[in-house]
Nanobody
Framework: QVQLVESGGGSVQAGGSLTLACVTS?????LAWFRQAPGKEREGVAR????????LYADSVKGRFTLSLNNAKSTLYLQMNSLKPEDTGMYYC????????????????WGQGTQVTVSS
């Protein structure tokens, strides 16, 4: 049974940093972060393969966000630097048992979400 529990959200001023964490359990091949702002569709932020550690980032976060994986702790991290107001939203950890890119429809397992608010 795959389970995902996120933490680490909060409020920060533009230019600041936050680190999100997602504690996982169960068999997982692909892990990803998605975000959803009010009134907008859910969008992919970044994805990593659990064994090969291959990463994929949305263009909007390249160079600012970094994924890392601690397999011993079964925890996925998203380090977010140089945050912008447009990064505001609910951030979700998602998992799949197959190799996937960054389409929400391909991830069957989701955490409850953690809110990130960036003020200007």
């Amino acid at each position: 049974q795959v389970q995902l529990v996120e933490s680490g959200g909060g409020s920060v001023q533009a230019g600041g940093s936050l680190t999100l964490a997602c504690v996982t359990s169960g068999y997982i091949y692909s892990l990803a972060w998605f975000r959803q702002a009010p009134g907008k569709e859910r969008e992919g932020v970044a994805r990593i393969y659990r064994r090969a550690h291959g990463t994929l980032y949305a263009d909007s976060v390249k160079g600012r966000f970094t994924l890392s994986l601690n397999n011993a702790k079964s925890t996925l991290y998203l380090q977010m630097n140089s945050l912008k107001p447009e990064d505001t939203g609910m951030y979700y950890c998602a998992a799949a048992t197959t190799a996937e890119d960054l389409q929400a429809k391909d991830f069957p397992y989701w955490g409850q979400g953690t809110q990130v608010t960036v003020s200007s």
